[in-house]
């Protein structure tokens, strides 16, 4: 097979980031097999030796702030397949280039739950193992088996159990010391034929009994209930340019959260372990920044922890945005709030 039929040079990157932000790549290569892959890392070896290689899914948790100057790699294995057992554990193993909401989607309509919480969070099943998503009191990790990928500098596959990839909030083993080393293929999830609602987090159990949904909720009902939430408080990518949420939560001491609450008694929090949770959307909204703009850049007017493009931004101006952003809510608060979302 020739380099020709293996990649597309000097490709554009709009189609494969939610910001928008309009970047080239030096390469750009597809693949639907692990078979494909392999080949496509032989031939970059062969005649690209020691460049650098970045694999993407929906780009949705990508800030481009300059052209790739290597290749990027984009997944479209969506293979299945399910192991149910008699304990009504179901094991389903779905490829990486799947969109994440359709096969949350999948799972449901074939009576395998525990997803539902993490409804129409933008991206691929392989940006979920690599991220970690979470939502409304339900992560990833607590349903991830194991994942197969390929290390990119030899082809070679690797089956990491989930304690290996040393799972936290918003992190992965994917995002450390594995960080640009592989290309997830397949994630392997354990789910249930039972349905077992996770509607402890707040907001969640507030929206469920608004609807009078308590003691009659089914799957299809909270995923749909999900769904509305997030569709009334996020921008659409396709609308107004955005990678969600831009700065994860940030976990301060509760000393700290204590001196916070003096000043603020209404201050929303959660409990975690290690110190206290507070949304990183409320610390930016005290600042002033809700429905502001830094030029085509700003902070959306319904929820304060997304950056938008408001059309023609940069990657520098939502950076300019996201310092911004910090050093003010790192001045009036004295907390330092990190982006979720990765710079390139």
């Not at 919480?117 to 339900?138: D, E, F, K």
């Not at 408001?310 to 709030?337: M, Y």
Request: aromatic share 10%; charged share 20%; glycine share 10%.
């Amino acid at each position: 097979m020739q380099p020709a039929t293996m990649w597309t040079e000097n490709q554009s990157l709009l189609p494969y980031n939610t910001f928008g932000i309009d970047v080239r790549c030096a390469r750009f290569a597809e693949y639907d097999s692990e078979t494909r892959l392999r080949a496509i890392l032989d031939a970059l070896r062969r005649d690209h030796p020691g460049e650098s290689v970045l694999c993407v899914g929906a780009g949705s948790n990508l800030l481009f702030t300059r052209d790739y100057p290597g290749t990027v790699l984009h997944s479209n294995i969506t293979r299945w397949a399910a192991d149910v057992r008699d304990d009504g554990t179901a094991y389903v193993i779905a490829g990486s280039g799947w969109v994440w909401d359709e096969f949350v989607d999948f799972c449901v309509r074939n009576g395998w739950y525990g997803l539902e919480n993490l409804s129409y969070i933008p991206g691929t099943v392989g940006a979920s193992a690599v991220q970690n998503i979470g939502a409304y009191g339900a992560e990833a990790e607590q349903f991830i088996e194991r994942v197969a990928a390929i290390e990119l500098a030899t082809g070679e596959t690797r089956v990491f159990t989930h304690d290996e990839l040393r799972y936290a909030y918003r992190q992965s083993a994917f995002k450390q010391e594995l960080r640009g080393r592989y290309a997830v293929t397949t994630v392997t999830f354990r789910l249930s034929t039972t349905f077992r609602p996770a509607t402890g987090y707040g907001s969640l159990g507030r929206e469920i009994a608004a609807r009078g949904l308590e003691g009659k909720l089914t799957p299809q009902a909270l995923r749909q209930l999900i769904i509305d939430i997030r569709r009334a408080k996020l921008p659409e990518p396709t609308e107004l340019g955005n990678g969600g949420s831009f700065f994860v939560n940030p976990v301060i001491s509760r000393e700290a959260f204590a001196l916070l609450q003096a000043d603020y008694p209404a201050a929303p929090h959660y409990d975690v372990e290690g110190g206290v949770k507070v949304p990183a959307g409320w610390l930016i909204e005290q600042c002033g920044w809700k429905g502001r703009r830094l030029g085509p850049a700003g902070v959306y007017e319904r929820q304060a922890l997304v950056l938008v493009n408001h059309g023609g931004a940069t990657g520098a101006d939502i950076v300019a945005l996201s310092d911004a952003v910090r050093d003010t809510v790192r001045a009036k608060f004295g907390i330092e709030i990190q982006p979720e979302v990765n710079f390139i």
